[in-house]
């Protein structure tokens, strides 16, 4: 294991941050650290590069305790939200700024830097000052910058947050392959599910200090284990859950009975993604795992309609159509495959 | 919409500007009316002959030496410090920054009395330094004791600000590159903030160089060029401090241009 947290727990004076935080990553792993704002992101990766000493837990790096060393001992690259190239140092001379502690020498050190540079596609900016960079040369130097030591970890948070869309889908592209060039283990912290989802290998989401939830993005997905984790990795609607016998509920009721008998007294919370979802607009009510109600509004995305269904059984119901959508005002009912239903016992 | 957007330029093109430029120019022809008048009075008055006096020019050369090692001094003790407080909160903060500003606030001669009754002749310190052949009054030494007390917050404080300015990521980014906080104020902190520790250290020769009611209090004797005007003042009059006081306005000058050059300071505020 190249990287261990372990019951990771912060306290900001006697506000708490993060509450026995646990993972792991493998080597040559790519893992994506999400969360909304304010979640603890950033006070774990802090912890792991040594910036922050935790009130409690523990940060190993191949097996090694190094909670309490300071920053410059862990061999732990990082790359933070807003550029920190030196501003007084040319871009070739940041990206060479860490092989002196690292031990090479002069000549080792410039045809290190040769490579890095080449690798993020800036060997023409060797001699430019960091403020004549591009947002997104910036951001490829300080990952040169990072690299060139051969850290055992690269850390990377949030590097794309700042920038506008096109740039950060082609960045994206360009990390996934620099990641791959050099095989570095890497820790990815984001809150846009969609990188996270595009560059890692497993993710760790995180709510509110607290990991919830860990697995491959697919998984985390499709079968996820909190409703946080379902309505933050994708959306969803909440489809209201009442015991069975009521008619106008026969979809969740039917899903629990399908779920292995009859549990009338279980409190459950049922979620459905939109995609997941078909409209029809003829067929009664209480027909199986179907829900009725009245189209709210339909909007076309461009790539989809997105229509707002107003359930009989109360709340509102998200759907994604590629098909021409029914207008609002329309009574349709909306059809939910079995496996595609998110439960989750409270 | 254009009416109103163009009023706004209007106001902010010339009306805005009028108020400073006016007050500022009251000010800026009081700073230059006794320069003017000042240099002059260098007609009446044999510069070279002045100059040429044995005491004036070992009060150069007594200036020169005291107002240098000063500075270096409050230099090496004062920028470690505001680094320190610039960067880290801890209990009594606040106390200790108001000690470091008290020397600006205090008038020169009361920071005298107060460093005779630290090291006078008759005090503990003093008497123990004088067993051992070092006077702290009456003395070099004693220059340099009240040019310190007077002129190292200049530095301190402007140094301070400077440091403040540097992102403090820069630094965490320089640490986990595996530089340690000694090796990461060297390499990215005092480059970084060199703007403003210049001008720190600009101001306090300054200051030094033209100390003279703490040095008067604590050593009038040997004479800087302060404490020789003075006399020079009392004997002659206004005319016969014109050589020197025109040395120690071209030696301040003088310095500072070079440290300004070499250190390239912006005129008044970095960037």
Redesign the interface.
């Known amino acids: 294991m190249t990287l261990e947290v372990d019951g990771l727990t912060h306290r900001y004076g006697n506000e708490p941050a993060l509450e026995d935080v646990s993972f792991e990553i493998d080597a040559g792993e790519v893992v994506g650290l999400l969360g909304p704002s304010g979640c603890g992101k950033t006070t774990t990766v802090q912890a792991i590069?040594?910036?922050v000493s935790p009130t409690e837990g523990q940060v190993r790096l191949r097996g090694r305790n190094v909670t309490t060393d300071?920053?410059?001992t862990?061999d732990?690259?990082?790359v933070?939200q807003?550029s920190?190239l030196?501003?007084?140092m040319t871009v070739g001379e940041n990206v060479a700024?860490?092989l002196?502690?690292?031990g090479y020498g002069p000549d080792e050190r410039a045809a290190i830097v040769d490579r890095y540079l080449e690798l993020v596609s800036l060997s023409d900016q060797r001699e430019a000052m960091p403020a004549a960079l591009s947002g997104g040369q910036k951001r490829r130097a300080e990952l040169a910058?990072?690299l060139a030591?051969q850290p055992e970890v690269l850390l990377l948070d949030e590097p794309l947050s700042a920038l506008d869309r096109g740039l950060r889908d082609r960045l994206r592209e360009e990390i996934a392959r620099i990641q791959r060039e050099t095989g570095v283990t890497t820790l990815y912290v984001t809150h846009d599910q969609e990188t996270a989802m595009a560059l890692a290998d497993r993710l760790v989401v995180m709510n509110d200090g607290q990991v919830a939830g860990v697995g491959r993005p697919r998984e985390l997905y499709e079968s996820p284990p909190t409703p946080f984790v379902a309505s933050f990795l994708g959306r969803s609607s909440q489809v209201p859950v009442t015991p069975p016998g009521d008619p106008g509920l026969t979809l969740a009721a039917r899903a629990l009975a399908g779920d292995g008998g009859d549990r009338p007294e279980t409190d459950v919370t049922c979620l459905v993604r939109p995609d997941d979802v078909t409209l029809d607009e003829n067929g009664g009510a209480g027909e199986a795992h179907a829900l009725s109600g009245d189209v709210a509004r339909a909007v076309d995305m461009g790539t989809h309609y997105e229509v707002r269904v107003e359930l009989d059984a109360g709340g509102e119901l998200a759907v994604e159509t590629r098909a021409e959508p029914p207008q609002a005002g329309e009574r349709v009912v909306a059809r939910v495959d079995r496996d595609d239903l998110l439960l989750f016992g409270n | 919409m254009s009416g109103y957007t163009g009023r706004l330029r209007r106001d902010s093109g010339h009306s805005t500007l009028l108020v400073p430029i006016l007050l500022g120019g009251v000010l800026i022809a009081y700073f230059g009316v006794p320069f003017v008048t000042f240099l002059l009075r260098t007609g009446h008055a044999d510069v070279l002959a002045g100059l040429a006096e044995p005491g004036a020019q070992a009060a150069i050369r007594h200036s020169l030496l005291t107002a240098t090692i000063a500075t270096v001094v409050a230099t090496g003790l004062g920028v470690p410090l505001a680094y320190v407080l610039a960067r880290r909160s801890f209990a009594g903060k606040r106390l200790l920054e108001g000690l470091v500003v008290l020397p600006l606030v205090l008038p020169p001669v009361v920071a005298g009395a107060m460093i005779l009754t630290a090291v006078g002749r008759f005090t503990p310190l003093g008497s123990t330094l004088a067993a051992v052949g070092v006077s702290p009054t009456q003395s070099l030494f004693g220059v340099v004791l009240a040019q310190t007390f007077v002129a190292a917050p200049f530095v301190v404080v402007t140094a301070r600000a400077g440091f403040a300015a540097v992102d403090e990521r820069l630094e965490r980014a320089s640490r986990s590159l595996g530089y340690t906080p000694l090796e990461t104020f060297r390499y990215v902190a005092l480059p970084l903030a060199r703007g403003a520790v210049l001008a720190g250290v600009t101001l306090t020769f300054a200051r030094a160089m033209g100390e003279f009611g703490a040095t008067y209090m604590v050593a009038s004797n040997p004479r800087t060029m302060p404490t020789y005007l003075w006399v020079e003042f009392i004997k002659g009059g206004l005319d016969s401090t014109v050589p020197v006081a025109l040395a120690l306005l071209a030696v301040t000058l003088l310095v500072l241009g070079v440290v300004q050059w070499f250190g390239r300071v912006p005129a008044v505020i970095d960037r």
């Open positions: 590069a040594g910036h300071p920053p410059e862990r732990v690259g990082v933070f807003e920190t030196f501003p007084h700024y860490g002196r502690p690292a910058r990072a030591p």
